[in-house]
């Protein structure tokens, strides 16, 4: 029996972040997009790096920056996060509780459920949003997994899976 949409879309996106946390200093690197929808419902995209999400059991741990974002989450806990792993478009979305908050208010990391996902394999025309990571930049910086074990919320590892067969 092959994975559910949900499963599949998990597994690409732990594919993709480890390939990600394999990435050379100074290597191009691909965001993923998570989308935020404001109290009226209005949606409000932000880009991510692989180094700011972990992947659980159903879960997603993601460490957002930024005022807007971490407004809506607040405010509706709702979200979704879209990516491109393997020529295919992964879509999860996620029901979000605040975790915990960096020092300074920097950034909040947020522990999201997975509530759907999808993953389109047709879309072997896609390319993963690509960028550049600055020297200081957090990307730059320790992975989210070892932030949260530094809060005692770790338990988190990058898990490699078998593609839906």
Do not use: K
């Amino acid at each position: 029996m092959g994975l559910s949409e949900e499963a599949a879309a998990l597994a690409a996106l732990a594919d993709f972040l480890a390939e990600e946390a394999g990435a050379s200093p100074g290597e191009g690197r691909r965001a993923l997009e998570l989308v935020t929808v404001d109290e009226e419902g209005f949606p409000f995209p932000a880009l991510l790096s692989g180094r700011q999400l972990v992947v659980g059991d159903g879960e997603v741990h993601a460490l957002v920056r930024g005022l807007r974002p971490n407004r809506h989450l607040a405010a509706t806990g709702r979200a979704t996060l879209s990516f491109v792993q393997a020529g295919a478009y992964g879509t999860l979305l996620l029901q979000a509780a605040a975790s915990a908050e960096l020092p300074g208010g920097t950034a909040t990391c947020w522990r999201c459920t997975v509530v759907a996902g999808s993953l389109d394999a047709r879309a072997d025309e896609l390319e993963a949003i690509g960028y550049r990571a600055p020297a200081l930049d957090l990307a730059e910086g320790p992975p989210l997994a070892e932030l949260l074990g530094e809060r005692g919320l770790g338990g988190f590892t990058f898990q490699r899976r078998e593609a839906p067969g």
